[in-house]
Nanobody
């Protein structure tokens, strides 16, 4: 089992920045990919970004490309999501997730473990 705990959400004005963190614990040796998804009210949970745990490959949704950066600190078993130039449409609950699949998945069903989520609200 892998446990994920997010932190860093909050309220920010449009154009501002936030950094989310996700601390992983437990059987992290089984994890190939870490990712972030988000879910806005009344919408489906959508892929935001991913990073491979060992190879440092990243991938982003088009909607956040150039504004968000995913990174990881293996020594701390922590993944970060730096969010810049935030827009009101970025408002959502952000979920950290981990996959034991060896690919780089953007589908929700390829992820095995989920955090409890952290709220990000961007005011206009």
């Amino acid at each position: 089992q892998v446990q994920l705990v997010e932190s860093g959400g909050g309220l920010v004005q449009a154009g501002g920045s936030l950094r989310l963190a996700c601390a992983a614990s437990g059987r992290t040796v089984s994890v190939y990919t870490m990712g972030w998804f988000r879910q806005a009210p009344g919408k489906e949970r959508e892929f935001v970004a991913l990073i491979s745990w060992s190879a440092d490959r990243t991938y982003y949704a088009d909607s956040v490309k150039g504004r968000f950066t995913i990174s990881r600190d293996n020594a701390k078993n922590t993944v970060y999501l730096q969010m810049n130039s935030l827009k009101p449409e970025d408002t959502a609950v952000y979920y950290c997730t981990a996959s034991t699949w060896s690919g780089l998945p953007i589908r929700r069903d390829k992820y095995d473990y989920w955090g409890q989520g952290t709220q990000v609200t961007v005011s206009s």
